[in-house]
């Protein structure tokens, strides 16, 4: 691992926390004198990062297909159905895009105040709630001229609660959950795996909508719920934790699950994230 820029980092953590960061990054090349990165194949047969892995795969792969994909999909329909002027759309449109923008600059604010686990976790309750609510207003959009544009809050909502937590938490994890030596393997897994369900999402969406029309977002909802409660039972908190407390907290709960385990593990370190 080559040693980093001293001056990198004091603008990076500013000159009160440099060399506390220099010294984690020192102990962490030190613990890996010796060691190969694995690869992506090692990784999948190495038990002591399975619950790590299957972490990793849920959440590229629920990035997909929790409904952003389809939120953006129904947002002109949405627009026009607002009144909003054809000329104007696409302005609104690009509002969708900024508000996302928008709240990955606040995700990278809130993230060390509230932590990992609460801003995915929250992202996939709220966008839950939002998939509930855009549904009853789709089905109910001829009723009232009011629900049109309580369509289009449930798209600028579920915009924001993905960027807010999903997308803004998911690739970070990716980073804490691993040590040094399996990172770069699990950045291979992960990427592949995110543009996998990217490609089956665009593939069978528009089937999903010609059968389910606006009750698509059902699908989403099972989605979305289904994480969240995954997050909320298996993931651990990984703010201002060590490598070790990390790797401990997956293995502990490898241990209440399986009454065996082959015991060869990758070595935990002690530097803090």
């Known amino acids: 691992m080559p040693f980093p820029n001293v001056g990198t980092l004091r603008r990076l953590h500013g000159l009160a926390d440099c060399d506390r960061a220099l010294e984690d990054i020192e102990k ?15 990784v999948f047969t190495d038990r002591s990062l399975r619950w790590q892995l299957l972490t990793i795969i849920l959440l590229n792969i629920a990035q997909q297909l929790n409904g ?25 449109t690009v509002g969708t895009g900024a508000c996302e923008c928008i709240t990955a600059l606040t995700c ?33 959009q001829g009723v ?28 970070i994890l990716t980073t804490e959950l691993f040590t040094q030596t399996a990172r770069p393997a699990a950045f291979i897994i992960a990427g592949s795996v995110n543009w996998l369900s990217f490609f089956f ?26 994480v969240a409660t995954y997050i909320f039972f298996l993931i651990p908190e990984t703010k201002n934790k060590t490598f070790v407390e990390i790797q401990n907290e997956f293995q502990s709960s490898n241990k209440n699950r399986f009454s065996s385990s082959d015991g060869a593990g990758t070595i935990l370190l002690s530097t803090s994230i």
């Open 108 to 140: 990278g604010m809130l993230i060390e105040c509230l932590g990992r686990k609460v801003l995915i976790m929250g992202g996939y309750i709220l966008m839950s709630i939002c998939c509930v609510f855009f549904t009853l207003t789709l089905t109910f």
């Open 28 to 42: 962490e090349k030190n613990n890996l004198v010796g060691f190969q990165a694995k690869k992506p194949w090692e």
């Open 201 to 226: 999402i665009s593939m069978v969406f528009p089937f999903i909508v010609i059968g389910l029309q606006q009750y698509c977002f059902l699908v989403f909802l099972v989605v979305c719920s289904l």
């Open 68 to 92: 952003i994909n389809a939120i953006y999909f129904y947002a002109d329909y949405v627009f026009r159905q607002c009144g909003i002027p054809m000329d104007k759309i696409p302005y609104a």
């Open 144 to 171: 009232s001229p009011v629900f049109p544009y309580l369509s289009m809050v449930c798209v600028f909502a579920f915009i924001l609660s993905f960027g807010l937590g999903p997308g803004g938490v998911t690739n």
